[in-house]
């Protein structure tokens, strides 16, 4: 399965989620938990692209490349922002970041994926899930 999408920066990311989840379905025997994982980091990484990098900017557009084999999802989603450092991104965990919002996304995928990675010169954020765990 290959698959790539690309959206301007309107709230279209959970129709392209839900076509990269079926597609999942067709292919390989997903469960429940496995679907869950794979919405939860695509969902972030979209709504990160679209905030984060591209600023709600109807002029720009995120990429969203999906591919799987070998029983493995790998995902990158590409903005058209500026990037930033991934090592700057407040631990949301912390006893004074508790009750504020931002970094639980980048937490997040990095939870639920098997291995996360976001590559700043390409502005992009990489993450690949096993999809029989």
């Known amino acids: 399965m290959k698959r790539e999408l690309s959206l301007q920066t309107l709230p279209q990311g959970n129709t392209m989620i839900d076509q990269i989840i079926s597609d999942l379905h067709e292919l390989y025997d997903v469960t429940a938990e496995c679907e869950a994982k794979v919405r939860l980091a695509l969902g972030e990484s979209i709504h990160n692209a679209l905030q984060h990098g591209n600023l709600f900017d109807p002029t720009k ?73």
């Open 61 to 133: 557009h995120v990429v969203i490349r999906c591919s799987a084999e070998s029983d493995v999802l790998h995902c990158e989603v590409v903005d058209e922002g500026d990037g930033f450092d991934v090592t700057e991104v407040p631990d949301p965990t912390s006893d004074e970041r508790i009750d504020q919002e931002g970094g639980r996304g980048v937490l997040l995928i990095k939870w639920v994926s098997d291995h996360f990675e976001y590559r700043r010169s390409e502005r992009t954020a990489a993450f690949t899930i096993n999809l029989k765990s």
